[in-house]
């Protein structure tokens, strides 16, 4: 148990078997929070089920900028002895449990956590023959709780429960505000928060964020085949395909999203499709053939725990090899992992312009951390971004036609070759996945191996490959937080980022000397200036949710950065900072016991 | 642009398959039926897989894209989805579509995407040098059965036809002309239509002179196309092997036509543009 008072803060979590509306619960949780001028992070602990089981749902709010799910837990709502059971022992001193005696026999708990006990299906059978309002009742007691007006509970059940008939949202409210009284009476508020309402902040998870970045870069097409943790963009591409003309193609499987996506980026579109590591693993030849034909697509892997089938709602970072090996041979691709919703967002029209100027496959690596229950609240998205299609023509210049073709594969100084696309005149090509010269002309049938032909396969190979070192000088170098010269170094990317950039916070309170260096581009990597950036790192310490450490060797295979000392996770749940904290807390004390 | 090219879609490109091969009757009747529609070289997509007759794009003057093996077909629908302006025609062998992308041709056919599908039955892998394809006979003798096949031939028009088909041919190199208005009528389908190009392969499995023994024309017998359950008999028929349109029906929409109903007409290919900024500000608003 960690001791945490701050009156900035809130940590708090709610428990249920799955199907009690635990997912719902939480989000309008945090729609109080962030509609409160609070900044909020969340995490939704799911299980692959629908009925039954143990379900989560865990809620940090600041008034400052925070990036991930905090310390502890301050308030926890077991609606379930199991949810009790799981939980109460991360519960901060000066927190409160608020639960119905009927349900949970408390056990164990700290004495400086208050119980706060209320009857909460008994309040709820008042407005319904079943106790379903049970989860609104605890939200009503809650916000007694925590000190926020009531009234923005009833807003956002209001907003929640709208288009059903009117009593449900009447009714629901009333349970909401019975429960909010009851806890009155017992006690002041434990948090003596300054809510600032005229401050309403949105708040998505990187899924979502990425949907409308995607379709702010100009995407209309999105192909997927169902899979967790990636549905939310899906289901978000469909209720938005109406309002904004998105062409939304559900595939027959993942080879079919895949290949579809490429078609459709050849015919012009800016396609998108996305996938967990399962479906990405049947996609990958065809991202040879993105690759091969020069189309760009964007391919986006939400990661969850594997390997195989794995677990299916909980989070990984396992995939980074698997984007770095994709399919047969050499080719280029780049690999950009967000850390955050809010960077998701960005990192959408970014892929785009990549993907189209150097006519390559761009992989987006999210996670379940982030990427389905993961929201996050974001301030002022800027929509102005340029939609770059590169080297688009709809008028061959003379030199690249024959009467008969367009020379689409072109060597140039700069290794990406002029592009068309089908309906454009006297323009056309064959987009070829067998290793073709600059015409489109097949050089794997008769022609294989002929004396005059050797150099030719190699220009192509060449011309393709080197686009790599054009892409590397647009690729971010990593973000680096706390003080140059520290002592410890932290290693970090993707969504792994937010739990140490909070630790750090924590660190530099005890006097620790660490800093960290945040990677979200991830390939290609310029190689010689990471270099030079980690040649300033402390002991450096590699922090990533994975078994074997993947992306510190790919730091080694790249740069030659060579890291000693981990901090790995890989039991299907995201990184907290506490555990970050002490893990530094651990090393700063070997490191001292050496010296 | 005024076409000053009497011959539009030949192109400058030869051939590499075997002489005599059944797929040079494939691209000329292709070539003819595509002249005889009006279309332009680069309204056209002629999208493939991989395989000897998978080589044809490029032996004809459209756009193409030589893709992976077994492919061809979803390639088709996500360039058909983005831009339906375009005919988009996917052309491959009977291991390519009858085989590891047979999933792709069945739900093609459920959706009734408005594609056209030519394969090139041979009944063997002919590139890989002469293996079982699905379509190989009981008894077929070939590399990997050199005992003669075990293994029953599969019947891809009645399983099209189950999954929703709505044209659904069957042609022969052998018969050019035949062929010709087989893909011309395809061209004008609403929607999905497989053509099952018999093609021999004269160097794996030559059934040449066995088809032309055989086969019959279904018109010259007086049959309509226009009933499901006289299709499924006539394509079981066991007195020949007959050729011709076995199903076709017009009063289904098309995929494309369904989408257009929800995308509104905005297709993807067009519309590669930043949202407004009322349109972006209200999304945002949603997640408030
Ligand atoms: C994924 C994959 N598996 C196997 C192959 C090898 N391969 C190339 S063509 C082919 C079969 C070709 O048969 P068919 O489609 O009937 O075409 P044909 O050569 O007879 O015209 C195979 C198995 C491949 N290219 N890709
Ligand atoms: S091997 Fe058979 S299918 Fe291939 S080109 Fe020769 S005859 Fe045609
Ligand atoms: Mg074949």
């Not at chain 1, 899906?234 to 193609?249: D, E, N, P, Q, R």
């Not at chain 1, 960077?343 to 496959?361: C, D, G, I, K, W």
């Not at chain 2, 021999?200 to 499995?205: A, G, I, L, S, Y």
Request: net charge negative; charged share 25%; aromatic share 8%.
């Amino acid at each position: 148990m960690s001791e945490k008072d701050s009156d900035a803060e809130i940590t708090l979590r709610l428990g249920a078997a799955a199907g009690d509306g635990i997912q719902s619960a939480g989000e309008m949780i945090m729609k109080v929070l962030s509609r409160s001028g609070m900044h909020v992070t969340t995490y939704n602990g799911n299980q692959s089920l629908i009925r039954g089981g143990h379900v989560w749902f865990h809620v940090h709010a600041s008034t400052k900028k925070i990036y991930s799910l905090g310390y502890g837990i301050d308030f926890l709502i077991p609606l379930t002895q199991l949810s009790y059971d799981q939980h109460f022992e991360k519960l901060n001193q000066g927190g409160a449990v608020i639960y119905d005696p009927v349900a949970v026999k408390i056990h164990d708990l700290d004495p400086k956590v208050m119980q706060i006990s209320v009857p909460l299906a008994d309040i709820a059978l008042k407005y319904d023959k079943r106790p379903i309002m049970k989860n609104t009742v605890a939200l009503g007691s809650l916000c007694a709780a925590i000190g926020v007006d009531i009234n923005v509970l009833s807003k956002a059940i209001q907003d929640q429960f709208g288009r059903k008939e009117p009593a449900v949202a009447e009714n629901n409210i009333k349970a909401a505000m019975d429960g909010y009284e009851m806890v009155k009476k017992q006690t002041r508020p434990l948090k003596n928060i300054q809510y600032n309402y005229s401050v309403r902040r949105p708040a998505m998870t990187a899924d979502y964020a990425l949907a409308l970045g995607a379709v702010a870069a100009g995407c209309r097409f999105y192909a997927a085949y169902p899979m967790s943790p990636a549905s939310p963009i899906v289901h978000w591409m469909a209720s938005h395909a109406k309002k904004l003309g998105i062409t939304v193609f559900l595939g027959e499987d993942e080879i079919s999203v895949m290949n579809a996506t490429i078609g459709a980026s050849y015919a012009g579109a800016r396609a998108m499709c996305a996938t967990s590591g399962g479906g990405f693993a049947l996609m990958q030849e065809a991202i040879g053939e993105a690759a091969m034909t020069e189309t760009p697509v964007v391919v986006v892997d939400v990661m969850r725990a594997g390997p195989s089938t794995g677990l299916p709602t909980k989070t990984s970072q396992g995939d980074l090899n698997m984007m770095l090996g994709i399919s047969q041979d050499d080719f280029p691709r780049v690999i950009l992992a967000p850390r955050n919703p809010e960077e998701s967002f960005y990192t959408a029209p970014r892929a785009f312009n990549l993907a189209e100027r150097y006519q390559v496959p761009v992989i987006i690596l999210l996670d379940f951390a982030i990427g389905d229950g993961g929201y996050s609240t974001v301030d002022n998205l800027n929509f102005a971004f340029e939609i770059d299609r590169g080297k688009l023509l709809s008028t061959p210049p003379p030199a690249y036609t024959n009467g008969y073709w367009f020379k689409r594969f072109a060597i140039t100084d700069d290794n990406i070759s002029p592009r068309s696309i089908p309906g454009t005149p006297d323009m056309m090509f064959v987009a070829k996945t067998d290793e073709h010269d600059e015409w489109g002309h097949d050089l794997s049938d008769v022609l294989a191996g002929l004396k005059e032909y050797l150099p030719i396969r190699r220009r192509m190979h060449e011309k393709r490959m080197k686009k790599l070192e054009e892409i590397k000088k647009e690729m971010k170098l990593p973000e680096i937080y706390g003080p140059s010269g520290a002592d410890i170094s932290i290693i970090t990317w993707g969504s792994s980022s937010n739990a140490v950039r909070e630790a750090l916070h924590e660190l530099h309170k005890k006097g620790v000397s660490v800093n960290s260096f945040e990677f979200s581009d991830i390939y290609p990597m310029q190689e010689d200036e990471v270099r030079k950036i980690l040649s300033t790192a402390g002991i450096m310490v590699d922090v990533e949710v994975n078994y074997s450490a993947q992306f510190a060797k790919l730091l080694k295979r790249e740069a030659g950065v060579e890291i000693n000392n981990f901090f790995l996770k890989y039991d299907g749940e995201p990184i907290y900072p506490e555990e970050v904290e002490k893990h530094i807390l651990a090393t700063r004390k070997e490191v001292h016991a050496i010296a | 642009m005024p076409l000053l090219n009497p011959k539009p879609f030949e192109s400058d490109t030869r051939a590499d398959w075997c002489p005599g091969c059944g797929d040079f009757g494939v691209l000329a009747a292709l070539k003819d039926a595509l002249q005889k529609s009006g279309r332009q070289p680069h309204e056209v997509v002629v999208v493939s897989g991989i395989g000897c007759s998978s080589n044809l794009p490029g032996y004809i003057r459209t756009y193409g894209f030589h893709g992976l093996h077994g492919r061809p077909v979803p390639v088709a629908v996500g360039i058909k989805n983005a831009n339906p302006k375009l005919l988009v025609i996917a052309t491959a062998g009977d291991g390519d579509e009858y085989g590891i992308g047979f999933n792709h041709v069945v739900h093609a056919a459920r959706r009734n995407d408005d594609i056209k599908l030519i394969v090139m039955n041979n009944e063997i892998y002919g590139l890989t040098t002469g293996q079982l394809s699905p379509t190989s006979k009981l008894g077929q003798k070939t590399k990997t059965s050199p005992d003669g096949s075990i293994i029953y031939p599969l019947k891809p028009l009645p399983t099209i036809l189950g999954a929703g088909g709505t044209f659904i041919a069957r042609t022969f190199s052998g018969d050019p002309k035949h062929m010709s208005w087989v893909i011309q009528e395809a061209i004008k389908h609403r929607g999905f239509a497989l053509v099952d190009a018999i093609s021999p392969c004269v160097t794996w499995h030559n059934i040449y002179d066995e088809v032309k023994k055989l086969f019959y024309r279904l018109e010259d017998r007086g049959y309509k196309p226009d009933d499901e359950n006289e299709a499924y008999k006539a394509m079981n028929a066991q007195d020949g092997i007959p050729i011709g349109i076995f199903y076709r029906r017009e009063d289904k929409q098309s995929f494309q036509e369904r989408l257009a109903e929800i995308n509104g007409g905005r297709w993807a290919a067009d519309n590669v543009k930043s949202l407004g900024s009322e349109i972006a500000q209200s999304l945002v608003q949603e997640m408030l």
